[in-house]
Every structure is written in structure tokens, then in C-alpha cells.
């Protein structure tokens, strides 16, 4: 069974930095796509940024393109999000997810359906 564990998140003021991590147990990362969402109250979740299966391409949402990096360590089998110059918009939940997948396709990399397992959330909040 694939379990992934967020951690990273915490409070930062805006235009500052984090790093949050995916640690995965259970499966390589590999195998998986992997993908990086959010939440806000009242809203559903929306995605960030995801690496493809066996192409390590990468997918970002426009709102963060050139802030934040997605990148895999296999040997740790952890995924990164680095988020530079975060804005007081970018506080929410952030939510790693994994999918078993092969396609390289956009539409389905950056789809919270095609995500078979999904981690318990960690906490961004940017001050302004």
C-alpha cells in the first residue's frame, strides 16, 4: 500500500521560500507519477504542479509557473515542491498525490481523479 507523507509547510512571509516534501513508503517513486495540489476552505482542490511517470516531464499550473519547482530524489523516494516568491494567495493546504500512470498527457497530470493515492495535507500560510 502506498502511503505519502507531506511535511514542510509552515507560516512565511511574502516574496520568502519553502520547500515542502513528499516522502513515499510502499511503492518506488519510479513507478509513480507524482503531483502537488491545493485547498482553500469552501474550495475544491486545485492543482499545482506534477512529474511524470517515466519521462520526468514536468506540469504546472499557470498561477505558479516560474515560482515553483517540482523535482524527485528516487534514491530518497521523496518529491519536492520548492515555492519561491509566494504570495499571501498561495496560503492553503498543499496535498502530494501519486498515480500509477504512464500518460504524459497534461489534461491527465494535472486531474485529481487520475490520482490513486493521495497524502494527508500540509499547512502553507504567507503573510502579507
Known amino acids: 500500500q502506498v502511503q505519502l507523507v507531506e511535511s514542510g509547510g509552515g507560516l512565511v512571509q511574502a516574496g520568502g521560500s519553502l520547500r515542502l516534501s513528499c516522502a513515499c513508503s510502499?511503492?518506488?517513486?519510479?513507478?509513480?507519477?507524482m503531483g502537488w495540489f491545493r485547498q482553500v476552505p469552501g474550495k475544491g482542490r486545485e492543482f499545482v504542479a506534477a512529474?511524470?511517470?517515466?519521462?520526468?516531464?514536468?506540469y504546472y499550473a499557470d498561477f505558479v509557473k516560474g515560482r515553483f519547482t517540482i523535482s524527485r530524489d528516487n534514491a530518497e523516494n521523496t518529491v519536492y515542491l520548492q515555492m519561491s516568491s509566494l504570495l499571501p494567495e498561495d496560503t492553503a493546504v498543499y496535498y502530494c498525490?501519486?498515480?500509477?500512470?504512464?500518460?504524459?498527457?497534461?489534461?491527465?497530470?494535472?486531474?485529481?481523479?487520475?490520482?490513486?493515492?493521495w497524502g494527508q495535507g500540509t499547512q502553507v500560510t504567507v503573510s502579507s
Open positions: 512529474i511524470s511517470r517515466s519521462t520526468s516531464n514536468t
Open positions: 510502499g511503492r518506488s517513486i519510479t513507478t509513480l507519477a
Open positions: 498525490a501519486a498515480d500509477r500512470s504512464y500518460s504524459v498527457d497534461f489534461n491527465s497530470r494535472k486531474n485529481r481523479d487520475s490520482y490513486d493515492y
